[in-house]
């Protein structure tokens, strides 16, 4: 029997986990809610995605603007395995008691705190620490992003010391707002919370972070700076470290991609659903070794590169697959993630 | 037996009519030309689309570097009975005489001359015209948007006269260079072309244009200020007219569609490739009626709108069906396109 | 004795109309208000203009926090002859009954309705009806600038009919929040205000107008469509009666000025204060009569066009000089404006 | 009797170095080159700066023009001590043979290679080796930037290590084209030539750096990660050392000043000629030490920073000046820099 999982929360992200769970030959859909009649709630009713509110209020609402709607959350928690909470930032914590009296378990995303589920997971590193478990967080997507190169290279070459500076995009492309035009942004408060955040999967890595915001759409990218503490390594080596990991995948200015908005060009041209890039991308010819230190840049799609996370996450909680390797391609196969 | 056609040129226009050839059950996509092995190359080659150089030197700079290369041109236009001419501006005429040659149609894109083909195609207006032609010029996206829907307009309520006010993307999202970062420029030669080059296919109307770049990616805006000479018309009324066509489609602010970027986002859900959207979108409550006066926005995928207009010209030119309707709606259908 | 004016509310026009008045030898800048502790607020200690604050409150915090606070606006209104309200859109009418029971006069800006105060007004067309009046509110920055363009035209050449696309400027330079990044926004409420607010500067205009905004922070653009009623008018004839006129200068692409970023680059090399251009700027070359038909592009300065228009009409309100050329001509000596 | 100056190139860095030039007492603008008839060529003329071209033909095309031209810059060389050359990147060396004839001294810009004059200047560190130098070259925006926050803290505290992501904006305002819109571009060469460049002026400074360019016309921002050899330094004693050095300026968030924009914002507020800010810029709450680790953010304004480095970098191959503090001085009081 098919897993019954729930998206509450239908923005960026979780109309893109409930697509992806809808991929999965053992998960099954079984609803997602929206709390106002918006764009995004049609699109739920035209992919025939049953559609909850949160009260009977909402449930008015709706179903006067013609919206067709299944019922309110608590019934829809009745009916499900797991949840995963796609809601706005911080309101994690309200949910969780929901689901606890539901008895159903529970996804939260990298905007809550790690107290929220005492795991936070990435597939590579947290896959059989997950197992059964009741609560899980999957980490934000610049941390996800983090985690993919350096998870590997820590375990092979040990990491002494990691330093990122992370430039974010500003928006998302459809966003009413953007960050400030014809400017780059700070966070000030510093080391930035990416570094910590990082820790929260990987407890040992030494990692610290800074970040500024700027006026683009797509991508983040990250400039790192590692220090190995095998000696002799050479960037032949950490390019083959990562070509035999899936989730990362390289580009190359030798062959004209040289910007972000390339990178998501690959992405449209290989029919990726929303042009999405779920995979950490590595620029080939932007990654190089210095005696010991490591320099990379990469770039990670703020919208979808936890989407596989999640499902990778879900089958663990659930205890569907005990082997992360082998769940991870599932999942890849699934979203047409590969090399 | 299907219509056998070559793409020359696999540029950003090219790439998206060679996929919309194959997807064509009436047409067989023969080949591609490329004449640098660059990335766009290499997406022929993954996409199993047979590649073509222009000459020997080339093809062999392509196979060193691992391409599978074809042949040449040459080779390649003894195979089809058409080629859409999709190579960068200014170049069409040099070509035309290869394919005069090889004896084969062609259809040129909008940045050639009128004078190249003698006819200038829209579906709408000019798929009649195109029957058996040895030449047609498929007129470009902002010029194509215009016609969506000034000719429906032309037809059923005379327009008496139209000035549109267009407000172009800066550079297509995968371009190294942009236009001016935090500036707008307007395209000082006045009346500006496109309104010439709208009457290249409706030869009576009376429009006139100017036109401004601005620092986005995504789309073209027009602003159009419309005089119509039946009297009474009510804005229901032209949206009810549009609402029959094909190939526009509304948004509304109302429904939280207000920016450019938002639109796109609808294509993206709609699972379209490359999150193109080659309908013209109208939105429904930025179009007003004020006594004579008609006004109205509209956005135009300035990658993407003219693919299926380039189709439906194939199917004219090689007289595969008569009827303009029916070759839009198969073309729609094959492409996704619909309401 | 010069007039005692005083500036309330001192954010990017306030500090502009405040540095204008120390500029002008007949008038006394009193006062400026500022309600919170920020960074502006240190501009005016730096720049010693006596600085208050609403009330008592807003005193404490900021003398707490060691600015120089002269007292609040209740003392500042009984000083002074005049107040520029500079405060945000929407509380000029609760502030004109503080101005009345302090029998002040008062200039409110754009932001607000016309009904605030009963005449709307440009130096060009309203100088002499703003003599000696209580009220008047300076038109906003798009309407200042189709005014200063229009009048000319309407006056010598009577215009038939005028239509303005608006590209709007999404956010000023210094703003934390931009509009959409990578996205053009129409406003879809038609026709938009612009054309209705020229209206109440010169009633009898017929002028409609469309606008969007576009992810830039310098100059609105504006595409002009107007028929001229006089037969035979050629582009030199416009371009001289322009010419003729103050606060309006040519910028030529055949000079290499074909951005609003590098008329703004003008600014900056003539030594403005703030690299401000409070001028209309007219592309010469961007400007072609064809027939009846006039269309001209010209960018505004969104954040300094209104401010020598302020002070002609604290001048006119004052009644310290009859003849509007005079005013303007002095203004503009005072704040560097001219050819 | 004043140094005799010229300059070569009448760019976005030559007309800063120029004006700063007229500002000095102890220094003569003799004249400026242009090659072309363009709108800078008008700026000198206007600007009462005596112009020069290369050679007779441009001298007459310019002329033919209305340009006022004194004469070739062969004959401005027999007039002058010393030339700043200012030309495109590149043309240097070619030029260096002409100064060498004529026997002037001269200053080259970041853009030409350190061998050009075996001198890399910055004025707190460089000033005594170039006393009565026949050549230096004045160093980048970038490695300015970094040179005057990283050059006291290595004396005060050693630095054992730095490395900098450095966040380059696209274009100048200016520019007609700009970097990829909506896009992020990597330095792919690495480690980038920020840090070697660097090494110019400071052999013996560890530093690396990578570095991206980013769709912004305003500063450079850098993110800067140094340990700090000495134990026990405090975020305060970092703050009180660059408190201590001129061409070093605070901002902080707690002040309202989060972005680059905001940054200037300041400069148009302090009435800096074409809202330039030659001071390196920290963010006093974006500072901040974790063990031996510094972290701190800075901005640059590329257009004008290295021009404070060129007028004291004449004073001291012209050996007017002794003592770099007091000529630091000197050319600050001059410019208007100051805190």
């Known amino acids: 029997m098919p897993a019954r999982i729930a998206v509450n929360g239908f923005g960026t992200i979780g109309k893109r986990v409930a697509r992806a769970v809808k ?4 998960m099954e859909l079984v609803g997602v809610t929206k709390t106002r009649p918006t764009y995004e709630a049609s699109i739920a009713n035209r992919e025939g995605m049953p559609l909850y509110t949160l009260d009977e209020k909402q449930m008015k609402v709706m179903e006067e603007q013609g919206f067709r709607v299944e019922g309110v959350l608590q019934d829809l928690l009745t009916k499900v395995d797991l949840v995963v ?9 309200e949910n969780k008691k929901l689901y606890e009296e539901a008895g159903v378990k529970a996804i939260f995303q990298g905007g809550e705190e790690h107290g929220i589920a005492g795991l936070s997971f990435n597939a590579f590193s947290s896959y059989d620490l997950a197992q059964g478990r ?4 999957v980490v934000s997507c610049n941390t996800t992003g983090l985690i993919r190169t350096l998870y590997p290279l820590d375990r092979m070459f040990k990491v ?3 330093f990122a500076a992370i430039v974010r995009r500003g928006a998302d492309p459809a966003e009413a707002k953007g960050s400030a035009l014809n400017a780059v942004e700070p966070s000030l408060h510093l080391p930035t919370h990416h570094g910590t ?4 999967v990987l407890p040992g890595l030494n990692i610290s972070t800074m970040a500024v915001k700027v006026p683009t759409t797509n991508m983040h990218v990250h400039c790192i700076h590692a220090k190995l503490r095998k000696k002799g390594v050479k960037t032949s080596d950490v390019l083959s470290l990562w070509d035999q990991m899936p989730r990362i995948r390289f580009v190359s200015g030798k062959h004209g991609i040289r910007t972000s908005g390339q990178i998501m060009e690959i992405a449209r041209d290989l029919g990726r659903h929303s042009g999405d890039f779920a995979e950490t991308i590595v620029w080939e010819d932007g990654t190089h070794i ?3 230190s490591l320099y990379y840049y990469q770039a990670v799609h703020q919208e979808s590169d936890v989407i596989p996370e999640n499902i ?3 089958r663990s909680m659930m ?14 196969r699934s979203l047409g993630i590969g090399k």
Chains 1, 2, 3, 4 share one sequence.
Do not use: F, H, Y
Request: negative net charge; glycine residues 6%; aromatic residues 2%.
């Open 23 to 26: 991929l999965q030959d053992d």
């Open 85 to 93: 909470d796609c809601s706005p930032n911080g309101v994690g914590e």
């Open 134 to 137: 009741k609560w899980a967080r």
């Open 160 to 162: 002494e010391e990691a």
């Open 197 to 200: 955040d990082v820790r929260t």
């Open 290 to 292: 210095d005696g010991e």
């Open 312 to 314: 990778d996450c879900i």
């Open 319 to 332: 205890e569907m697959e005990k082997d992360a390797s082998r769940s991870i391609r599932k999942t890849d």
